[in-house]
């Protein structure tokens, strides 16, 4: 039986490398990351300027690099292009949000996991066999995955936490919606290909009522570390107040036996001065034709692949602003504690 391990550190008075470092101790990080392990930090970078509750801190990335750096000298970050139908490349976010400056300050290596060279896996899915591209640096070249998750709300899988953070380690959008109706089983397997295994989730600020893009932040000031995304799902999970059990892809790794329960799961400290406001998603009208096109194949082919699918986005927006609107002021104020 995995020991599996969480710990749970508050912001306030700390700073993200202080806390990240007491919780990559108190997860073992050290049983299975030596100075010459190859270690793959995933941030969730899902828009082109920084957003609290949106993405992850670039604070909170540095915190990361700074504290692994104790463990290893061979550290890379990276995150593949994202804004699904209209893309935008992860090279400009970099740039956006100073996480290109202070990698290069720090000797870390940065990656846009939609440039390099990628091979092709077979995923064994219920029923079917599906070929998806991967990246080789991370299939190949990576010893293990340390994911930066956020908690928030989605309104298609309904929680973005240690397992959806991955989505992001697939290169090609297109790709990505392709898949999205096989995405609980999809996104199991991509975790298990790319070795997904430290979470470092950052905890400043979630999202609630809507996700991915459009919720409300909410100031949390916690941050949970993991030896297993199992375990970090379950933990964010309570202390969102969200039933992982109403959470498609999050049963799905419960029934794959990868969803530990929380007595299973030793922890440092109590669960009470953690949890605030529950969690709880409203969706939109305009948030349902992505909703079908998410869970049934014709829908996203005819959204999105289709010769229709330029004039229904413009429909759309006749009605709903896109969620990636690259004008808007440059948001990278969060109020994280200084270093």
Same mark, same amino acid.
């Given at each position: 039986?995995?020991?599996?391990?969480?710990?749970?550190?508050?912001?306030?008075?700390?700073?993200?490398?202080?806390?990240?470092?007491?919780?990559?101790?108190?997860?073992?990080?050290?049983?299975?990351?030596?100075?010459?392990?190859?270690?793959?930090?995933?941030?969730?970078?899902?828009?082109?300027?920084?957003?609290?509750?949106?993405?992850?801190?670039?604070?909170?990335?540095?915190?990361?690099?700074?504290?692994?750096?104790?463990?290893?000298?061979?550290?890379?970050?990276?995150?593949?292009?994202?804004?699904?139908?209209?893309?935008?490349?992860?090279?400009?976010?970099?740039?956006?949000?100073?996480?290109?400056?202070?990698?290069?300050?720090?000797?870390?290596?940065?990656?846009?996991?939609?440039?390099?060279?990628?091979?092709?896996?077979?995923?064994?899915?219920?029923?079917?066999?599906?070929?998806?591209?991967?990246?080789?640096?991370?299939?190949?070249?990576?010893?293990?995955?340390?994911?930066?998750?956020?908690?928030?709300?989605?309104? !298609? &899988?309904?929680? @973005?936490?240690?397992?959806?953070?991955?989505?992001?380690?697939?290169? $090609? /959008?297109? %790709?990505?919606?392709?898949?999205?109706?096989?995405?609980?089983?999809?996104?199991?397997?991509?975790?298990?290909?790319?070795?997904?295994?430290?979470?470092?989730?950052?905890?400043?600020?979630?999202?609630?009522?809507?996700?991915?893009?459009?919720?409300?932040?909410?100031?949390?000031?916690?941050?949970?570390?993991?030896?297993?995304?199992?375990?970090?799902?379950?933990?964010?999970?309570?202390?969102?107040?969200?039933?992982?059990?109403?959470?498609?892809?999050?049963?799905?790794?419960?029934?794959?036996?990868?969803?530990?329960?929380?007595?299973?799961?030793?922890? !440092? &400290?109590?669960? @009470?001065?953690?949890?605030?406001?529950?969690?709880?998603?409203?969706? $939109? /009208?305009? %948030?349902?034709?992505?909703?079908?096109?998410?869970?049934?194949?014709?829908?996203?082919?005819?959204?999105?692949?289709?010769?229709?699918?330029?004039?229904?986005?413009?429909?759309?927006?006749?009605?709903?602003?896109?969620?990636?609107?690259?004008?808007?002021?440059?948001?990278?104020?969060?109020?994280?504690?200084?270093?």
């Amino acid at each position: 039986m995995t020991d599996n391990r969480a710990y749970l550190g508050k912001l306030t008075g700390s700073t993200y490398r202080e806390q990240f470092a007491r919780g990559l101790e108190f997860t073992d990080f050290g049983s299975y990351v030596r100075q010459d392990t190859r270690v793959f930090i995933k941030p969730n970078l899902t828009f082109p300027k920084y957003r609290p509750g949106v993405m992850t801190s670039p604070k909170a990335v540095e915190g990361a690099i700074l504290a692994i750096r104790e463990y290893s000298s061979h550290i890379f970050v990276g995150d593949a292009d994202s804004g699904g139908y209209n893309r935008f490349s992860m090279n400009q976010v970099y740039q956006s949000t100073g996480i290109g400056k202070f990698a290069k300050e720090h000797g870390v290596q940065l990656v846009n996991l939609s440039e390099g060279p990628r091979r092709t896996v077979k995923l064994d899915l219920p029923g079917k066999e599906v070929s998806l591209d991967l990246p080789v640096l991370l299939l190949d070249e990576m010893d293990t995955l340390v994911t930066m998750p956020v908690p928030k709300l989605h309104c !298609n &899988t309904q929680v @973005s936490l240690s397992f959806k953070n991955q989505w992001g380690c697939i290169p $090609e /959008p297109r %790709d990505r919606l392709k898949l999205h109706p096989r995405f609980a089983e999809v996104i199991f397997e991509v975790n298990r290909a790319v070795k997904t295994r430290t979470v470092l989730m950052d905890g400043k600020y979630g999202l609630n009522d809507n996700g991915p893009m459009r919720g409300r932040p909410v100031e949390l000031n916690w941050i949970l570390a993991s030896n297993d995304p199992g375990a970090a799902a379950r933990v964010a999970c309570h202390l969102m107040q969200v039933d992982p059990g109403s959470v498609e892809h999050l049963e799905y790794v419960r029934s794959r036996g990868e969803l530990p329960n929380l007595e299973e799961i030793k922890m !440092n &400290t109590e669960f @009470s001065s953690f949890i605030g406001e529950r969690f709880k998603l409203y969706r $939109e /009208p305009m %948030d349902y034709p992505g909703v079908l096109a998410f869970r049934y194949s014709p829908i996203a082919y005819l959204a999105y692949f289709s010769p229709l699918a330029d004039f229904l986005h413009k429909v759309l927006y006749l009605f709903r602003k896109p969620f990636y609107d690259y004008d808007s002021p440059d948001e990278t104020s969060d109020n994280d504690p200084p270093k």
